[in-house]
């Protein structure tokens, strides 16, 4: 019977992962639609996207690469299939997310685009506390924080991520403007919504942890852990 239901939560966190990584792409298509900001790493991606003439989608699974040769050499321990689906699905489903967004909406706006930032961030705090609550392997951006903090004991992992989130940034915004991009349209890699990104986030996720994702995993025995 344990055994059967074990199975059960197994194939629970592998469509959970599945789910999240998915939904948190299409997530991004929102935040690149409304053009307030975007997360970090997303800074950083958009930056690159900007000055790498390559696809969005086979660029972020390069990046990503380069990632996880560090997270695979220092601590293995954060690699796992989620950090896989991550990797190969994630840049696509932006990609087309966004590619469809623009299509279907290619003058958006001020009213809309505040409305698609606030469906990104829904979406993307609802999907990623069902992608960490699965606890399959984290993204490889993820897993640089974690090794440095828990690895490495090179500060606590909070600071760490600022630190992290910031060069991110910084990168990105550096990336976009030494390759010819407007300066007037730099919010739209580093803007507001990057700002309240980083502040609510967390508390978001948090909640769609315990009133969502762990309910579905785990239902009545949530209580008990």
């Not at 699974?61 to 695979?72: D, E, P, Q, S, T």
């Not at 986030?201 to 309910?215: H, K, W, Y």
Request: with cysteine.
């Amino acid at each position: 019977m344990k055994e059967n239901q074990d199975k059960k939560i197994f194939y629970k966190r592998i469509g959970m992962t599945v789910f999240g990584v998915v939904l948190n792409g299409a997530s991004v298509g929102f935040f690149r639609l409304a053009a307030f900001g975007v997360d970090p790493f997303q800074s950083l991606m958009s930056g690159l996207d900007f000055a790498v003439p390559l696809r969005f989608g086979t660029l972020y699974v390069v990046a990503n690469i380069f990632l996880l040769m560090f997270g695979l050499f220092a601590d293995r321990h954060y690699i796992g299939l989620g950090t896989m689906i991550n990797l190969f699905l994630l840049g696509y489903i932006v990609e087309f997310s966004h590619s469809f967004l623009i299509r279907a909406f290619p003058a958006p706006s001020l009213g809309f685009r505040i409305v698609s930032f606030l469906i990104g961030v829904g979406v993307m705090c609802f999907s990623s506390a069902f992608y960490f609550t699965a606890d399959m392997g984290v993204s490889t951006y993820d897993a640089v924080a974690l090794i440095l903090a828990n690895k490495w004991h090179v500060g606590r992992f909070k600071f760490i991520r600022i630190i992290t989130d910031f060069v991110c940034v910084a990168a990105g915004c550096g990336l976009y403007l030494i390759s010819g991009g407007e300066l007037s349209k730099l919010l739209q890699i580093a803007g507001i919504g990057t700002v309240i990104t980083a502040f609510f986030m967390g508390p978001l996720i948090d909640f769609f942890n315990r009133q969502a994702a762990e309910p579905f995993l785990y239902g009545e025995r949530k209580e008990k852990r």
